[in-house]
């Protein structure tokens, strides 16, 4: 099922589904912000699916005057985290400021590295710290990760920030900017639900910013980090497709100028190519409107990208992606396209496909007389018999 190419598919047409039978979108998945602990539990389904994952560094013995480093690792085995400061990863109690850092009923705090002194002016020290996920020793994702800012007070000279990102480093959702009283200890927690409301684990990496500084340089913010909760990681077979949204309305404003256009266009319309079951691209594109491009599979929506186009003077179509291509397994799309005439038929040729094309008169795969088939040929050109040879359309 989640082969790259539709060998098989040619190979057996029988086991295709009917025709016209183009897999609905997945639910699509959102991220929600949460500022209460309890909501953000009860959001992952925590008290009917067991716990969540909770680093609070009680733990963490023999602390004294100095921070004491902790391993990336740290919470690798035991809860699916790994924790990565710019320069090192530590805990305190108070990070000699107890009255910012106060940490409450907790005793333990986190800070990323590196230290910088005190009296540090310039460079003042570690403020990010990233959050990745494992699963019996593969990387993994969570549906939903908070954890505790303290001391969130000057978001004007330095905005904390919690932002989630998917397996592809696209981001899915952030906040920032958030801030509360000297010494507060403030929750925000990002969880990804379907259209369902299922927690959906797409989060595969978590950034997060405290400050500015290393927290006992007096000089700008200093924040530190506690509690961090999320959903137990997965991998593996629980693969549900990342976070799309947008477009929507560019889609709209094609399939508007599309239908005024009735088909008067040298190559406007509605393109597709796949086989029916883990490749399905589908590509609208309008002179005006832009393009519109998905990709449906076996498990729902694997991408999606839209934007304008432009013309060049070859006559070639140029996709102008608003989200990141990423270009491989089921994902991307080529941003380069060549309009080709055959017939009545109009396909879209990546540029280095073309004299192949033209050559072998659509090679060993056209004209299809299915809408399956390797290249993107317009919806409904299927039924549409060839005359002549293939020819490339430049105007
Ligand atoms: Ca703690
Ligand atoms: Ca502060």
Known sequence: MLSLLPLTLLAAPQALPPEGAIPRAAPRVRLHLVEDPARFAALLGATERGDLRRVDFEEVQGIGADPVLIRPERYAESDGLILTGEGGQYVHTDFRFPHDYAAGDSRVQ???????????????????????????????????????????????????????????????????????????????????????????????????????????????????????????????????????????????????ELAELAGHHPWAGSYYQGDGTGVNVSLKLAPDGGFYFSWHGCLGEYDRNFGRISIDEAGLIHLHCERPNVRKGFQGIDELLAPVRWGDRRYLLPPEKVVSFLAEEGGRWEPRDSIWGFDLLRLGDEDKAVAGAPERIVE
């Open 110 to 256: 986190f800070a990323p590295g590196p230290i910088a002194p005190p009296q540090a002016r310039g460079w003042r020290g570690g403020c990010r710290t990233q959050a990745t996920f494992v699963h019996a020793g593969r990387p993994a994702r969570v549906a939903g990760f908070g954890a505790v800012f303290v001391d969130a007070d000057w978001p004007d000279r330095a905005p904390c920030r919690l932002a989630a990102y998917d397996q592809n480093g696209v981001l899915l959702g952030e906040t920032a900017g958030f801030s509360g009283a000297n010494g507060s200890r403030l929750f925000r927690g990002l969880v990804a639900l379907d259209e369902d409301h299922q927690p959906a684990a797409v989060i595969a990496r978590v950034e997060l910013v405290s400050g500015d500084e290393w927290p006992w340089v007096d000089v700008s913010e200093g924040v530190v980090l506690d509690d961090l909760v999320f959903s137990p990681p997965t991998s593996g077979q629980q693969w549900r497709p990342t976070w799309f949204a947008g477009g929507e309305e560019r889609e709209a404003r094609i399939d508007a």
